[in-house]
T-cell receptor, first 117, second 113 residues
């Protein structure tokens, strides 16, 4: 399968614990995005990487959230000291483009559903 | 990016055309109209995009009014598998603009057998 993959697909954790999610983009894609989606709402942008550089972060990304893409391939999203309000679907997307060239299509993974008890 | 307004839900009979409207009255000249859809428990999927001309691909057609203040996504022969939430997004493209997508709450299209 050459699509975007995310692991784990589901995560249940207790409040205060740390969690880490992984995203593997389509192999030739240099751009990677993280979004968060709560029930009944559309996805909300969290952060964007071009290769290994994190070029944009949403104000939604509090200090407890950190994202990395160390080699410009897979990415991880870590949430420290989870809160019940962090319960959501975390979506990863990838696309291709260079410099100021914009991408027509972002390819989304299936998401990681986080439940914080 | 400009905001969009979509009806929260629509029904369509299987085999008939589904016409999904979107208002984007504050759209700027350099903003494109994009459509994505999200089938239950899956990530969003790109459908089509356009600037001012009508566009068609294997999935759908996009009709943009001459004043660009509204658009319609047309699924010519809806099937049960087209049941999904459809998102209309306007987005500046190119020239260093942000690449992020700003989703609203979309339209839940229910295709009825």
């Amino acid at each position: 399968d050459t699509g975007v993959s995310q692991n784990p697909r589901h995560k249940i954790t207790k409040r205060g614990q740390n969690v880490t999610f992984r995203c593997d983009p389509i192999s030739e894609h240099n751009r990677l995005y993280w979004y968060r989606q709560t029930l009944g709402q559309g996805p909300e942008f969290l952060t964007y990487f071009q290769n290994e550089a994190q070029l944009e972060k949403s104000r939604l990304l509090s200090d407890r959230f950190s994202a990395e893409r160390p080699k410009g391939s897979f990415s991880t999203l870590e949430i420290q000291r989870t809160e019940q309000g962090d319960s959501a679907m975390y979506l990863c997307a990838s696309s291709s483009g260079t410099g100021g060239v914009w991408d027509n299509e972002q390819f989304f993974g299936p998401g990681t559903r986080l439940t914080v008890l | 990016d400009a905001k969009t307004t979509q009806p929260p839900s629509m029904d369509c009979a299987e085999g008939r055309a589904a016409n999904l409207p979107c208002n984007h009255s504050t759209i700027s000249g350099n903003e494109y109209v994009y459509w994505y859809r999200q089938i239950h428990s899956q990530g969003p999927q790109y459908i089509i995009h356009g600037l001012k001309n009508n566009e068609t691909n294997e999935m759908a057609s996009l009709i943009i009014t001459e004043d660009r203040k509204s658009s319609t996504l047309i699924l010519p022969h809806a099937t049960l598998r087209d049941t999904a939430v459809y998102y209309c997004i306007v987005r500046v493209a190119g020239g260093g603009a942000t690449n992020k997508l700003i989703f609203g709450t979309g339209t839940l299209l229910a295709v009825q057998p």
